[in-house]
C-alpha cells in the first residue's frame, strides 16, 4: 500500500518544495517515508534544475528540514496517472494543472488552503514576490499538518 503526493507551484523553487520537504520531513517522522511518496515541480520552466530559492532554503535550515537533492523540474503531462494527488499552491496553478493534464487526471487535484479553510484564503501567497518567506513557511506547516491526516486517512482507505 502507498501514495503519492505532488505539490505544484509556479516555478518550483519557492512554495511547492518548501511544501515538498515539510510534507517529507512530517511523514518521516510518521514513519511512513517508506508508503508516501512526496515530489514537486512547477507550472514554468524558468529555473529547471535550480536548487530551491535561498529563502526557502533559509527558512528549512532554521528549523532543520532537509532539501538534499531538491532540483527545480516541470509539471509533466503524465503526472495525473503518476500521482494520487497533486495539490497546487494557487488557484492559477491549479487551472494551469488541470489544463496540462490529459487527458482528464486520474490523480485527485486540490488547492492546498483548502485544508485550511480558516485562513480564509484561496492561495499560499508567493515569496518570490513578496519576500516574506515565514508567512510562506507558517502556512505550508499548518497545511501540512492538515494534508498528514488527510493522507493517513486515505491509506486507511485502501484495501
Same mark, same amino acid.
Given at each position: 500500500?502507498?501514495?503519492?503526493?505532488?505539490?505544484?507551484?509556479? @516555478?518550483?523553487?519557492?512554495?511547492?518544495?518548501?511544501?515538498?520537504?515539510?510534507?517529507?520531513?512530517?511523514?518521516?517522522?510518521?514513519?511512513?517515508?517508506?508508503?508516501?511518496?512526496?515530489?514537486?515541480? @512547477?507550472?514554468?520552466?524558468? #529555473? /529547471? +534544475?535550480? *536548487?530551491? #530559492?535561498? @529563502? &526557502?532554503? +533559509?527558512?528549512?535550515?532554521?528549523? @532543520?528540514?532537509? $532539501?538534499?537533492?531538491? =532540483?527545480?523540474?516541470?509539471?509533466?503531462?503524465?503526472?495525473?496517472? %503518476?500521482?494520487? /494527488?497533486?495539490?497546487?499552491?494557487?488557484?492559477?496553478?491549479?487551472?494551469?494543472? %488541470?489544463?496540462? /493534464?490529459?487527458? =482528464? *487526471?486520474?490523480?485527485?487535484?486540490?488547492?492546498? /488552503?483548502?485544508?485550511?479553510?480558516?485562513?480564509?484564503?484561496?492561495?499560499? *501567497?508567493?515569496?518570490? $514576490? &513578496? +519576500?516574506?518567506?515565514?508567512? !510562506?513557511? !507558517?502556512?505550508?506547516?499548518?497545511?501540512?499538518?492538515?494534508?498528514?491526516?488527510?493522507?493517513?486517512? =486515505?491509506?486507511?482507505?485502501?484495501?
Amino acid at each position: 500500500m502507498s501514495y503519492s503526493v505532488l505539490f505544484v507551484c509556479l @516555478g518550483n523553487i519557492c512554495r511547492s518544495p518548501m511544501a515538498e520537504a515539510v510534507f517529507r520531513d512530517r511523514i518521516r517522522r510518521e514513519g511512513l517515508d517508506g508508503v508516501v511518496r512526496v515530489a514537486s515541480a @512547477g507550472t514554468g520552466d524558468w #529555473h /529547471l +534544475g535550480h *536548487p530551491p #530559492h535561498e @529563502g &526557502t532554503r +533559509g527558512v528549512l535550515d532554521a528549523r @532543520g528540514i532537509s $532539501y538534499a537533492g531538491m =532540483k527545480a523540474k516541470q509539471l509533466a503531462a503524465d503526472d495525473g496517472s %503518476r500521482y494520487d /494527488l497533486i495539490v497546487a499552491m494557487d488557484s492559477r496553478n491549479e487551472r494551469d494543472i %488541470r489544463a496540462a /493534464l490529459h487527458p =482528464k *487526471p486520474q490523480a485527485e487535484i486540490i488547492r492546498f /488552503l483548502s485544508l485550511v479553510p480558516e485562513k480564509g484564503m484561496a492561495d499560499v *501567497p508567493d515569496p518570490y $514576490y &513578496t +519576500g516574506n518567506f515565514e508567512e !510562506t513557511y !507558517t502556512l505550508v506547516s499548518e497545511g501540512c499538518e492538515r494534508l498528514l491526516a488527510y493522507v493517513k486517512e =486515505k491509506l486507511g482507505n485502501r484495501p
